[in-house]
């Protein structure tokens, strides 16, 4: 299987602007180029796949720019639900440092900022050298912005896609540059690009584009959200362990579409984990794989066996047996409630609503369903107290197998 086959079959060509690009993948050595804007001081999941993408063709001979948008990030690409917040100079920048950073530790790639190539262009010289070669028209007949002609696009974001497209042209320029990948919303402004760079370079020109799939889950929704928000790559904002139970959760029906999207694992491997999904689900051997190989590559070695170790407490109820580190991984992402300290295990969960009543309280107790700190606790007078606490003056109360919650002891 050759490489162009290869990132077919783990779904991660949407489209593509030539069919040439198929024997420059197999066969040639591409300088290309994958953009996002700081509008955060951490890429997310989502942005992962697009990440490994450049890291697959590295591995195969091909050169990876990536450009952080230091100009574009103070308009914002248009959405289709309507203006985004402007970020001002200050948050932008330190947005800026925080992903470069990032971007630098984990993969190393050659890296650009476009307000180097934009801050000094004039107004006069904007409209009259690049704005002169767009069609109003072809404009707004792109998906992005079609979709807010109803109801309105500010004249800044509709530009944006002349921003882009400069940037395109700048690094095939300075650069030889000759593809960009985006995600499938993006084709619009790759496309506008690439016509950009022929009217002001000529016909002849090889250039391309290519567009992958957005990562969905099951119920169509982005993929990149758990229960308390956006799912980071930065350990700071999600823990490894979080990471690791976000891909361990991954619906049945997802997790071969991720494992091959998201992990360098082989066709075999990948192959094998499906019979595996498929006879023996209960193992859920296919997230295991998943959650470990992402969070290895993510956080190394030392972050996968501490987001193992934490499960495993969190899961035999041996919570005594992680340092203060790992304590504070595990309850990061908790709900956080508070209570006043010395309530019964009953009023305590009735107080935090927990519990709807009592008689639910109850009736979950005897039945063995509360654990406190990871131990099982039946009688529902058994006192809370600070000298209970896990770590400072919270509490773990666990509910069934999954649902877990910090619980402050107040006073």
Same mark, same amino acid.
């Given at each position: 299987m050759n490489l162009f086959d290869e990132l077919k079959w783990r779904g991660l060509i949407d489209n593509v602007t030539s069919p040439e690009i198929e024997d420059e993948i197999n066969n040639g050595e591409l300088t290309f180029y994958i953009g996002t804007d700081p509008t955060a001081d951490s890429l997310h999941i989502g942005h992962y796949s697009s990440l490994l993408m450049a890291k697959r063709?590295? %591995?195969?001979?091909?050169?990876?720019?990536?450009?952080?948008?230091?100009? $574009?990030? @103070?308009?914002?690409?248009?959405?289709?639900?309507?203006?985004?917040?402007?970020?001002?100079?200050?948050?932008?920048?330190?947005?800026?440092?925080? !992903?470069?950073?990032?971007?630098?530790?984990?993969?190393? @790639?050659?890296?650009?900022?476009?307000?180097?190539?934009? +801050?000094?262009?004039?107004?006069?010289?904007?409209?009259?050298?690049? #704005?002169?070669?767009?069609?109003?028209?072809?404009?707004?007949?792109?998906?992005? =912005?079609? +979709?807010?002609?109803?109801?309105?696009?500010?004249?800044?974001?509709?530009?944006?896609?002349?921003?882009?497209?400069?940037d395109f042209l700048h690094l095939y320029q300075e650069k030889n540059c000759r593809m960009q990948i985006g995600g499938q919303d993006q084709w619009g402004n790759i496309t506008?690009?690439?016509?950009?760079?022929? +009217?002001?370079?000529?016909?002849?020109?090889k250039c391309f584009g290519l567009t992958m799939p957005l990562i969905t889950k099951a119920d169509g929704t982005k993929f990149g959200k758990s229960e308390t928000g956006t799912v980071w790559l930065d350990a700071k904002k999600t823990s490894p362990y979080e990471l690791y139970q976000f891909l361990f959760n991954t619906e049945d029906d997802k997790v071969i579409e991720y494992l091959k999207k998201l992990t360098f694992l082989s066709v075999e491997e990948i192959e094998e984990l499906e019979r595996s999904l498929r006879e023996e689900p209960h193992k859920r051997n296919a997230q295991k794989a998943l959650a470990s190989e992402v =969070?290895?590559?993510?956080? *190394?070695?030392?972050? !996968? %066996?501490?987001?193992?170790? /934490?499960?495993?407490?969190?899961?035999?109820?041996?919570?005594?047996?992680?340092?203060?580190?790992?304590?504070?991984?595990?309850?990061?992402?908790?709900?956080? !409630?508070?209570?006043?300290a010395g309530l019964t295990l009953l009023d305590l969960l009735v107080d935090t609503k927990i519990?709807?009543?009592?008689?639910?309280?109850?009736?979950? /107790? *005897? #039945?063995?369903?509360?654990?406190?700190?990871?131990?099982? =606790?039946?009688?529902?007078? $058994?006192?809370?107290?600070?000298?209970?606490?896990?770590?400072?003056?919270? !509490?773990?109360?666990?509910?069934?197998?999954?649902?877990?919650?910090?619980?402050?002891?107040?006073?």
């Open positions: 063709l590295q %591995q195969h001979g091909h050169h990876p720019i990536m450009l952080v948008g230091g100009a $574009t990030g @103070f308009i914002g690409d248009p959405k289709a639900t309507g203006e985004r917040n402007m970020l001002t100079p200050e948050v932008l920048q330190a947005n800026y440092d925080a !992903l470069h950073r990032q971007i630098d530790a984990l993969w190393g @790639f050659n890296m650009v900022n476009n307000l180097d190539w934009t +801050k000094d262009i004039s107004i006069i010289d904007f409209l009259r050298d690049y #704005g002169k070669h767009f069609n109003v028209n072809y404009m707004i007949n792109k998906e992005t =912005v079609k +979709k807010r002609l109803d109801s309105g696009i500010s004249y800044t974001e509709f530009s944006y896609m002349i921003l882009q497209s400069l506008s690009g690439l016509e950009l760079i022929r +009217k002001k370079c000529g016909n002849d020109v =969070v290895r590559d993510l956080h *190394k070695e030392e972050g !996968l %066996q501490a987001a193992l170790s /934490i499960t495993q407490a969190l899961f035999s109820g041996k919570l005594s047996e992680l340092d203060e580190s790992m304590r504070k991984d595990a309850i990061m992402n908790m709900e956080k !409630l508070s209570a006043p519990a709807a009543s009592k008689r639910e309280g109850r009736e979950w /107790i *005897k #039945g063995n369903s509360i654990a406190v700190n990871g131990v099982k =606790v039946t009688d529902p007078d $058994t006192r809370m107290t600070q000298e209970q606490a896990y770590i400072d003056n919270d !509490l773990i109360i666990r509910r069934g197998k999954k649902r877990y919650y910090c619980v402050a002891l107040e006073g």
